[in-house]
């Protein structure tokens, strides 16, 4: 099992822990969170390790995906389970989301039904790959996402407090080996969560315990950012994701 580059940091340039530049995002990933009955599950990951994996493993070392993954729940929200692949540009990723299932299902319309059947429904995000560990990071074998909730008026407000006060406090903590990535991501399209933080690590009281450390140290050395912060981006959902498979 493949645990490489960061789900939130994929490039082919090194990226620094600082707000995003006038160049932009270094990539858009494109994630599908999908709604699975419980009973029915299991059979969404078979379908995914029969069909898809070999292939999404395939583009990407062809050089059409820079990165792919999914994910399975542990504790969260009402989504289940959760797919990405990673892309230059937001063309490449929204052409590549059609034409890499044409590709698995075109003549495959009975795996393409019970695929659909484990999991009833689902939410696209685009996001934009900003602040966050470099790529070629490894990444633990479980993930932590924060999806926020931000005004649209101040959320680059948003992006510079948590360059200035929260990512060095991530990027310590991945220096010093307790947690293996970080990443801080931007809405492209998709529903109401304008910005992703995400921390993986080798387990889920290992990156909840790094995600509280950083809350707290911000709280005591810089609480007006940290107040700025609550009131631009006031309400969150938080999950843990196991990464059952990624690539490169």
Not at 14 to 27: E, V
Not at 70 to 96: K, M
């Amino acid at each position: 099992m493949k645990k490489c580059v960061s789900l939130a940091i994929l490039g082919l340039v090194p990226l620094m822990a600082t707000a995003q530049d006038d160049d932009g995002p270094i990539g858009y990933s494109y994630v599908t969170y999908y709604v699975c009955d419980v009973a029915t599950q299991g059979a969404m990951d078979n379908i995914v390790e029969a069909n898809e994996q070999a292939v999404f493993d395939q583009w990407v070392e062809d050089g059409k995906l820079m990165a792919w993954g999914y994910l399975s729940h542990f504790t969260g929200g009402r989504w289940r389970r959760a797919q990405y692949h990673v892309a230059p540009t937001l063309a490449e990723a929204l052409d590549n989301q059609a034409g890499i299932f044409s590709e698995i299902y075109a003549d495959n319309n009975a795996d393409g039904q019970a695929r659909s059947e484990a999991c009833e429904a689902h939410d696209d995000y685009v996001w934009a790959l900003g602040q966050g560990s470099g790529p070629g990071t490894e990444r633990g074998n479980i993930s932590l996402s924060i999806y926020y909730v931000c005004e649209i008026a101040g959320q680059n407000r948003a992006d510079e407090i948590f360059a200035a006060a929260y990512a060095p406090q991530l990027e310590a903590m991945t220096e010093d080996g307790k947690i293996a990535s970080w990443s801080w991501q931007s809405h492209v399209l998709g529903g109401e969560y304008r910005r992703l933080q995400t921390i993986t690590g080798a387990d889920f009281p290992t990156v909840t315990e790094a995600r509280l450390a950083a809350m707290r140290a911000v709280n005591e050395t810089n609480p007006g950012l940290a107040r700025e912060f609550s009131e631009i981006c006031g309400s969150h959902s938080d999950y843990l994701w196991n990464i059952v498979h990624e690539a490169p």
